[in-house]
Each structure stands twice: as C-alpha cells, then as structure tokens.
C-alpha cells in the first residue's frame, strides 16, 4: 500500500468529489487512475496525426494558407513584421 499525504482541506476536497459520485476515496482514484491508462499502443509521430487531421480540408482552403507559415508565424498569429529571410 502506499500513502499519500495531503494537506487537509485537499484531502477533504478530494473526499467530497469522491462521495459526490457516490464512491470512497479509494474507489474515486482507483477509477481516475484506470482512465488515465493508455487505451492502445503508444502514440504516434506528430506529423502523422496533423496529416490525418488535415486530410479533410478542401483544396481551395490549403491553397490560400501561407507557404512561409512555419518560418513567419509571429507574423500570422501576432501581426508582427515579416522576418527577413
């Protein structure tokens, strides 16, 4: 077993989400720790997952985004200048 020490007002704080679902202290962490489990096999390469979320944008949409995107995003997310090349 192992113990967890806790100030008191979190400890109570804890207790009361767990009591509100109806469970013990234990029962709600048992349950928080099992969700926190991976679910499958361990993730994959970012770039994997930005091309699947992209896969759906039409054509005419990724034709107008930015080629310097990457190298002059200050400029397209804070309106900042353009960096000299």
Same mark, same amino acid.
């Given at each position: !077993?192992?113990?967890?020490? &806790?100030?008191? @007002?979190? #400890?109570?704080? *804890? $207790?009361? $989400?767990?009591? +509100? @679902?109806g &469970?013990? *202290?234990? /029962?709600?962490?048992?349950? *928080? +720790? @099992?969700? #926190?489990q991976?679910?499958?096999? %361990? =993730?994959g390469?970012?770039?994997?997952e930005?091309? /699947?979320?992209? $896969?759906?944008? %039409?054509?005419e949409?990724? +034709? #107008? !985004? %930015?080629k310097?995107?990457?190298?002059? =995003?200050?400029?397209?997310?804070y309106?900042?200048? $353009?960096? /000299?090349?």
């Amino acid at each position: !077993m192992t113990v967890i020490e &806790l100030p008191d @007002e979190q #400890a109570a704080a *804890l $207790k009361a $989400k767990a009591a +509100a @679902e109806g &469970l013990s *202290l234990a /029962e709600w962490i048992q349950q *928080l +720790a @099992e969700r #926190a489990q991976p679910t499958s096999s %361990p =993730h994959g390469h970012i770039a994997d997952e930005i091309c /699947e979320n992209m $896969k759906d944008v %039409p054509p005419e949409i990724m +034709a #107008a !985004m %930015p080629k310097d995107g990457a190298s002059q =995003h200050d400029h397209y997310i804070y309106g900042w200048p $353009k960096r /000299e090349a």
